[in-house]
């Protein structure tokens, strides 16, 4: 059996590889827990999974679970620090790693894995938006083995040949046949909605995703099509794109979940039900198809599946972030925290989903002081730069 943590537990993506844990039983045994603030969801996992350790980033949260679990005579240590946490997952206690928190906010904890030499299964896009060539660089000094969950990369990864899933961020896809990379998008709840509506969209209506359960960050980046210039960013680097080698393609009904066209005119693509729990199946797994208790795709029930060119009109996220892309990782890390900020002002009223896009690119257009790309500390300041300049635009009034 291997160790395994999982980093963000409580999310849609935490609860999904827990329920694979639990169809696979002999696999994996849940070692350590890690999440934010959801102190009662924690404590309900801690019990059923009886994990060794536990941490909570917000110290309030972490002083509550703790009195919970001693209540319950459970037997999960409570970690005191993120530094104590850092330090189990660079020890033998942790095999393999789920990376699933959300944001700039797991980027420290999924390196410090990938130091360690750690299998890493991958579903935090944020640490390759935020420090690309720093992570690859990483990878392949530390030995780590990486695994894409994103459902969208782990299906160009099964459409690869073994020789590109082994070099992953240094693939040569020219040298095995590989044309582009079609990275297929639903186009969100708002595909058809008129522009002219779009400056009146609530909260309420943008979680709404047509075809997957998410978390509320993930759901309103869906809707403004960030969460695919995301997903671009970071199939750039997995796969050491060049830009006319991916290319993003709206799909509404995502049922095949990406695609990988060769030269000689093949397309392979992966497809199956809107369920995070087949691609996590899939890297937990390892060299064997496990179950999921996903369910089967039933091709009689299936609707047409269509295809689009999107509209960067109606997406100017997702232009943004494929322009942020080649910019450099200074712009991508600028990018991705100006839209953190941003969607959290969207959903707490502050400003409007159109404001969306215009902070974002505000913030873009902004000089930083002394800005570099060559450590992950001198990333971690362009990140809370740009968090504090989106902040001051949004206190200053200054969106149209």
């Keep these: 059996m291997k160790n395994l943590a999982v980093l963000g537990a409580t999310g849609s993506i935490g609860s999904s590889t827990l329920d694979v844990c639990s169809a696979n039983p002999t696999l994996y045994r849940v070692v350590l827990l890690a999440a934010f603030k959801s102190v009662q969801k924690m404590l309900s996992l801690c019990l059923l999974h009886q994990p060794k350790y536990v941490s909570m980033f917000c110290p309030h949260a972490r002083l509550e679970l703790r009195e919970l679990l001693k209540q319950a005579d459970s037997k999960s240590i409570v970690l005191d620090s993120e530094e104590e946490l850092l330090q189990l997952l660079g020890s033998n206690e942790i095999d393999s790693v789920m990376a699933a928190i959300v944001g700039g906010a797991g980027l420290t904890s999924t390196l410090a894995s990938v130091h360690a030499g750690k299998e890493i299964f991958l579903a935090n896009k944020e640490a390759l938006v935020m420090s690309g060539q720093l992570f690859i660089d990483a990878v392949k000094s530390s030995g780590a083995k990486l695994w894409p969950v994103d459902s969208e990369h782990n299906a160009i990864y099964q459409a690869l040949s073994p020789r590109l899933q082994d070099t992953l961020g240094y693939c040569d896809l020219s040298a095995e046949g590989v044309n582009k990379i079609l990275l297929t998008g639903s186009g969100g709840p708002f595909l058809n909605k008129p522009l002219t509506e779009f400056s009146t969209i609530t909260p309420a209506q943008a979680i709404k995703h047509p075809n997957w359960s ?86 009689f029930k299936s609707p047409s599946l269509t295809f689009m060119e999107p509209d960067l009109k109606r997406y100017p996220c997702l232009q943004l972030a494929i322009d942020a892309c080649y910019a450099g990782q200074k712009a991508t890390t600028m990018l991705n925290a100006s839209n953190e900020v941003a969607v959290d002002a969207f959903l707490t009223g502050k400003i409007k989903f159109t404001q969306i896009a215009e902070l974002v690119e505000r913030v873009l257009n902004k000089p930083l002081n002394d800005a570099s790309e060559r450590s992950i500390e001198s990333l971690l300041d362009i990140d809370l730069q740009s968090k504090l300049a989106a902040k001051a635009i949004i206190d200053q009034g200054l969106l149209c």
Excluded: C
């Design 214 to 299: 998410m978390g509320q960050k993930i759901s309103i980046d869906s809707a403004t099509m960030m969460n695919k210039g995301l997903e671009y960013i970071e199939a750039r680097w997995l796969f050491n794109t060049s830009s006319d080698q991916l290319q993003v393609i709206l799909h509404p009904q995502s049922v095949i979940h990406s695609m990988v066209q060769y030269k000689d005119g093949s397309v392979i693509a992966q497809m199956g039900n809107q369920d995070m729990r087949i691609p996590i199946a899939y890297v937990m797994g390892g060299t064997q198809r496990i179950e999921s208790h996903a369910g089967n795709f039933d091709f």
